[in-house]
């Protein structure tokens, strides 16, 4: 569940609260108890990374590639087998 930022326009008391996607937006303000809570705009507080994820969407200059340009040495060969006679 995500954890949303609201803001009081009456009183500016700010909270936080642990709610489901498909919740209602809380309206009323525990401090002053007027129906003017409302959410605040804010950035998680993770990041995905790894295949398949956009790594470049809050970067800039050299911190573009999470991953590293260089690629893997092959691995070595397997050793050739010999037949004497």
Not at 5 to 12: G, H, N, S
Not at 20 to 39: G, N, R, Y
Not at 41 to 55: C, D, H, N, Q, V
């Amino acid at each position: 569940m995500p954890i949303y930022e609201y803001v009081c326009k009456a009183c500016d008391h700010e909270l936080e609260a642990l709610q489901k996607l498909s919740a209602e937006p809380l309206k009323d303000c525990p401090k002053c108890e007027e129906p003017e809570l409302v959410k605040k705009i804010s950035a998680a507080g993770f990041r995905l990374k790894g295949t398949g994820w956009y790594e470049t969407d809050f970067k800039s200059g050299a911190k573009k590639n999470v991953v590293s340009d260089s690629k893997p040495s092959p691995s070595p060969a397997a050793p050739t087998a010999t037949t004497t006679s």
